[in-house]
């Protein structure tokens, strides 16, 4: 059973950081493209970041100057930092993975259930 399970989610204050992890399971973790993304209460999803299947160990990308996202194959596990944390940032996060490559249009085939964010003001 191909399981994403994030974690790392909560009430945050402005100016913070959070890191959130997403344990996966149930598939070849590093012949999957695995990524980030985050939807706010009532706007559209947005993708953060997608890595795309890679055999490396250890991968690591930035978005924005304050995301960034690592990938580790050898824990099956895909991170997600942020920094200085802003209002509009208050989110539920999810990972999602796709084989052989990042989806278009975030057409994942298989999503965790989420892991919300909240940034107090």
């Known amino acids: 059973e191909v399981q994403l399970v994030e974690s790392g989610g909560g009430l945050v204050q402005t100016g913070g950081s959070v890191r959130l992890s997403c344990v996966a399971s149930g598939f070849t973790f590093d012949d999957y493209a695995i990524g980030w993304i985050r939807q706010p209460i009532g706007k559209e999803r947005e993708e953060i970041r997608c890595?795309?299947?890679?055999?490396?160990?250890y991968q690591e990308a930035s978005v924005k100057g304050r995301f960034s996202v690592s990938k580790d194959n050898a824990k099956n596990t895909l991170y997600l930092q942020i920094n200085s944390l802003k209002p509009e940032d208050t989110a539920v996060y999810y990972c999602a993975a796709n084989p052989f490559g990042c989806p278009r249009r975030y057409e994942y085939r298989y999503w965790g259930r989420g892991t919300q964010v909240t940034v107090s003001s």
């Open positions: 890595i795309g299947r890679s055999t490396s160990t």
